[in-house]
């Protein structure tokens, strides 16, 4: 694990270090590009030299400041993903090498309660050997009893020492037997924690095969940013043409600067007049956007109509009527969305609009999933896959599109099953309403 991290460590280096170099060569011939197409651009109408150097020199500074925000914000991003991946890496390590201490913690003693069983086990089999030669011998004796009568009084004495010998015999007997079964116990006991830990080292080899699954993506977008980045470097060939082209058309701007002002009254003719057909479509425009805040609020008054109608009972010979009242059919959308438990009557606010305008699809369905299921972690690991990214990511995005427009966040970002916050719930919902009646008129359409 420690090859892998310092391999990626340099890798990261390397990358970071080609990055750099790569970034200042692209602000350099960025700086360029703005310069060149500002000054033309300011010098053509006015040929003030000053002015239009002026303005360059601003517009430089512009691009250049606008450059530096973007790649700091997207390197904040980066080192974040990195400084997480990196601390689950240790994390893991340590959690290893804790497992591994354990283990041979537990097997030593299991070792040693083996070998103090073994050893009680031999001192019970010498102890019932020596029992068995005593019967024997008893045996022997009260055989003999007849023919020893002169040695009785020996053998009682010996009889009596022999009992005191096999009381203390059945002591030790006993003795063995009450450790035999607290051993018994304990190793039980070790049995019961081995299984738990074998547990524990199952649950981690799943979360290595996430974070292995976690790798093979981040491998699988190392590709395309290759070729996004061999795509800039064509594009920054073109730009370098398209300069040495512009520089061309400046001597030839210079040279046809007589033909321009000798046409320059004109296009002055001509842009008044555009100015009036400019006018007029401005007119037109207004009118147009009026209409279509009527259709929209006729749309939503039939919405709220078909309503009405669905909730109250009606005959095959009322619903024709109700149709016959409605010729606009394409608007009406289908009866599961109509009678979804989204009241979709009271409009989202500006910020809400803008902010479904900003979702992708696939982020839509991720915040479906995320409402509509109990568990969405898996149609979330889906849509990453599907799109070539992590559901860690797809959920900061969605929560920092949200930021940008609502001001909020709308994900909970530390739980382990994503949810939606309590007070957005009832606009995400409208949201997602609004979503598939925008798709259901898209189909319709088509």
């Known amino acids: 694990m420690t090859l892998i991290t310092t391999y990626s460590n340099n890798l990261?280096?390397?990358?970071?270090?080609?990055?750099?170099?790569l970034m200042v060569s692209n602000r350099f011939i960025l700086g360029i590009v703005a310069f060149s197409v500002s000054f033309g651009l300011s010098l053509v109408p006015s040929w003030d030299f000053n002015k239009a150097f002026l303005t360059s020199v601003i517009t430089?500074?512009?691009?250049?400041?606008?450059?530096?925000?973007?790649?700091?914000?997207?390197?904040?991003h980066e080192m974040l993903v990195l400084?997480?991946?990196?601390?689950?890496?240790?994390?893991?390590?340590?959690?290893?090498?804790?497992?591994?201490?354990?283990?041979?913690?537990?097997?030593?003693?299991?070792?040693?309660?083996?070998?103090?069983?073994?050893?009680?086990q031999n001192q019970v089999i010498e102890c019932r050997n020596q029992r068995d030669s005593l019967n024997r011998e008893l045996s022997t004796f009260a055989g003999q009893r007849k023919q020893l009568d002169a040695?009785?009084?020996?053998?009682?004495?010996?009889?009596?020492?022999?009992?005191?010998?096999?009381?203390?015999?059945?002591n030790s007997f006993a003795t063995l037997t009450t450790e035999k079964r607290r051993l018994e116990f304990n190793y039980n006991i070790s049995n019961a924690e081995i299984t738990q830990l074998q547990t524990k080292i199952c649950e981690l080899q799943q979360e290595k095969q996430e974070i292995e699954s976690n790798l093979t993506l981040l491998g699988r977008l190392k590709p395309q940013l290759e070729d996004k980045l061999y795509e800039l470097r064509i594009k920054i060939q073109e730009l370098e043409i398209k300069t040495t082209k512009e520089n061309q058309l400046l001597v030839a701007t210079t040279n046809a600067r007589e033909n321009i002002e000798a046409n320059l009254n004109s296009f002055q003719t001509q842009m008044a007049s555009q100015q009036v057909e400019l006018n007029h479509l401005q007119e037109?425009?207004?009118?147009?956007?009026?209409?279509?805040?009527l259709l929209q609020n006729q749309v939503w008054e039939l919405l709220q109509q078909v309503e009405t109608i669905n909730s109250e009972p009606s005959s095959d010979d009322a619903q024709e009527?109700?149709?016959?009242?409605?010729?606009?059919?394409?608007?009406?959308?289908?009866?599961?969305?109509?009678?979804?438990?989204?009241?979709?009557?009271?409009?989202?606010?500006?910020?809400?609009?803008?902010?479904?305008?900003?979702?992708?699809?696939?982020?839509?369905?991720?915040?479906?999933?995320?409402?509509?299921?109990?568990?969405?972690?898996?149609?979330?690991?889906?849509?990453?896959?599907?799109?070539?990214?992590?559901?860690?990511?797809?959920?900061?995005?969605?929560?920092?599109?949200?930021?940008?427009?609502?001001g909020e966040l709308i994900i909970e970002p530390n739980l382990e099953i994503p949810e939606v916050y309590q007070e957005h719930i009832i606009n995400v919902r409208k949201m997602i309403a609004m979503y598939e009646i925008l798709m259901a008129r898209h189909a319709s359409s088509n």
Not at 385 to 392: D, F, H, K, R, V
């Open 284 to 293: 037109q425009i207004s009118l147009l956007q009026e209409e279509r805040d």
């Open 83 to 120: 400084g997480s991946l990196r601390k689950q890496i240790k994390e893991m390590e340590g959690l290893k090498s804790r497992i591994v201490r354990e283990i041979n913690q537990i097997e030593d003693h299991r070792s040693l309660l083996y070998s103090e069983s073994k050893q009680l």
């Open 151 to 170: 040695e009785i009084s020996n053998l009682k004495t010996e009889l009596h020492s022999l009992d005191k010998s096999k009381a203390e015999l059945n």
């Open 321 to 406: 009527d109700n149709l016959e009242l409605f010729p606009f059919a394409e608007l009406i959308e289908p009866l599961e969305i109509i009678n979804s438990p989204v009241d979709i009557s009271e409009k989202l606010p500006n910020e809400w609009n803008d902010f479904l305008e900003k979702l992708p699809g696939y982020e839509m369905q991720v915040l479906k999933a995320i409402v509509e299921q109990d568990n969405p972690k898996a149609a979330i690991k889906q849509i990453a896959e599907a799109n070539i990214t992590m559901p860690n990511l797809l959920i900061d995005s969605i929560n920092e599109q949200a930021n940008d427009t609502i």
């Open 60 to 76: 430089v500074l512009a691009t250049y400041t606008a450059a530096l925000f973007v790649d700091k914000r997207r390197r904040n």
């Open 12 to 21: 990261t280096t390397l990358k970071i270090s080609n990055m750099q170099s």
